[in-house]
């Protein structure tokens, strides 16, 4: 469905496409008693740049299916502005990331300190989702929806760089999913077959069939609508059209690490001072929100060869 109508009404409505929305949608559909409308921002994800695990490099110089984001001067970088890209498509990040499939380390999940996401808890949804093609074992799965798979191609100066790292006694390491997630080696990559498997391919296009699915793309979620303290719909923007999906049960925000804290800002939910000075009403009072944000540090090495 791509034009609701202002009386169009489901039991959850989903903003976000990305990989949280795409696997909730997937999973909630399976009930066919249970109707789900998820709101993705960008268009499909069709293009081949999305399909074949080449058209990452295309997407770090900004494409129609990146947001690409810039962050504000950085004080402690001595004011440098960092690019961050982010999947504007079915999919979301997972359509345009470098693939490496690696989880968390076991001490992130039981360092939370939140019941029922301790390492123990969550093992199990990692195994029953993957489908390696190492195939399962005690710390993986087969025959799950999503694709894990091993290069098809690696350069021969990483095999050199690796035998100089195992001379050196640095660690090699040939599963970072494994017992041990440090070293040096190989990543595997969410992929099946050759090509990219996102979130949206391992989880929602398996489920778009499903006649209690509604999938709109290009559906610009703008803000949440709250009635008595509770979330009932979502208003969005679609081309040049303002429209309204309302929500039986709940809204569930899923628009990345960036965004997420966005919306509900926009609909009044966060530091009541940041908000008023925006001219936000404030619905709900809660600093947390838009802050706090963690990320993983990423360096490259580049150096130029003549061979092979």
């Not at 295309?58 to 962050?71: L, M």
């Not at 693939?99 to 195994?127: C, E, H, N, Q, T």
């Amino acid at each position: 469905m791509s034009n609701p109508t202002p009386t169009d009404e489901f039991d959850y409505v989903i903003i976000g496409a990305g990989s949280a929305g795409s696997t909730i949608a997937g999973r909630l559909t399976e009930d066919a008693k249970i109707t789900v409308c998820i709101l993705e921002a960008g268009p499909e994800d069709k293009s081949p740049l999305i399909r074949a695990p080449l058209g990452f490099a295309f997407h770090p110089t900004g494409t129609v299916y990146n947001w690409a984001f810039d962050t504000a001067p950085q004080k402690h970088l001595n004011n440098r502005i960092c690019y961050q890209p982010r999947g504007r498509t079915l999919g979301g990040s997972s359509a345009i990331n470098a693939m490496i499939y690696i989880r968390g380390a076991k001490a992130d999940y039981d360092g939370w300190g939140v019941p029922g996401w301790g390492w123990s808890d969550v093992l199990p949804y990692f195994r029953r989702s993957e489908d390696n093609e190492r195939g399962a074992d005690a710390l993986h799965g087969a025959g799950g929806p999503l694709g894990v798979s091993d290069l098809r191609y690696k350069n021969p100066l990483s095999d050199v760089f690796l035998e100089a790292a195992g001379e050196l006694q640095l660690g090699v390491n040939a599963d970072f999913n494994g017992p041990r997630q440090e070293g040096m080696g190989y990543y595997q990559v969410t992929q099946r077959g050759g090509r990219r498997c996102s979130a949206a391919a391992a989880f929602l296009h398996p489920a778009r069939s499903r006649a209690n699915l509604n999938v709109m793309t290009d559906a610009r979620s703008e803000k949440i609508i709250i009635e008595n303290g509770r979330a009932t719909g979502v208003s969005f923007r679609q081309g040049r059209e303002s429209k309204t999906v309302r929500a039986r049960r709940e809204v569930i925000v899923c628009a990345g690490a960036f965004q997420s804290p966005q919306i509900l800002m926009l609909s009044g939910i966060g530091p009541a001072a940041r908000l008023r000075a925006k001219g936000v009403a404030v619905v709900l009072d809660r600093a947390g929100v838009g802050q706090n944000l963690q990320d993983h540090i990423d360096y490259t090495v580049l150096r130029r060869s003549k061979s092979p």
